[in-house]
């Protein structure tokens, strides 16, 4: 089963936000937007990668809590 990440758009024909669970094999020019139909659409960075990127330290590192005790971070989303 190949990879589905969800990314993140903004259609620079009627400025709409959305955001969709795509291939990470979906070239350029092959995303129109649900609103219009646009196909000039930018790509921006999903929330969250930047969990990923904080979960793939090594596990000798040291673990930061979120600040807000008993509430968890829900996955890394707490912002830090």
Known sequence: ???VPLYEYTCGTCHGDFTLLQSVRTGPGETACPECGGRDVARHMSAFAPAVAADAAPASAPRQGCGNPGA????GMCGL
């Open 72 to 75: 968890g971070c829900g996955g």
């Open 1 to 3: 089963m190949g990879a």
